[in-house]
């Protein structure tokens, strides 16, 4: 809150918006209860916006700004899929991309037991 307050007037106009609209709304109820007047919010979050709702910079699809973590990885979020146009799993990409993350998982488990086995033996 201390830097939002340090950067935006209270009186200015503040838009928030987050992916679903529920983190956006608590913090538009957090800036409202800091002084905040002119507030809104996306109900719905980015996922209700079409292209073009709202103004972006190089007309980016304003749905790909909450995305992130291991769906925006693997492409499985609803905007992702659309752009896919409903390919299998996101397209052949997203095949790949799962089986690296099955493989370094049994990577990671296979040196963990192989650790485990290492002290079981110096004990």
Do not use: H
């Amino acid at each position: 809150m201390c830097q939002v307050q340090a950067k935006v007037p209270k009186d200015s106009s503040v838009v928030v918006g987050c992916q679903k609209g529920l983190r956006s709304l608590a913090a538009a109820e957090q800036l409202s209860r800091a002084g905040y007047q002119k507030l809104a919010w996306i109900n719905g979050g980015f996922d209700t916006a079409r292209p073009g709702d709202l103004p972006t910079t190089n007309d980016k699809d304003i749905r790909f700004a909450g995305i992130g973590g291991l769906s925006e990885a693997l492409g499985w979020t609803e905007v992702q899929q659309e752009y896919k146009q409903g390919q299998f799993a996101g397209g052949i990409e997203n095949i790949f991309k799962l089986v690296a993350l099955v493989l370094v998982a049994d990577l990671a488990l296979f040196g963990w037991e192989y650790v485990q086995y290492l002290f079981k033996g110096t004990q």
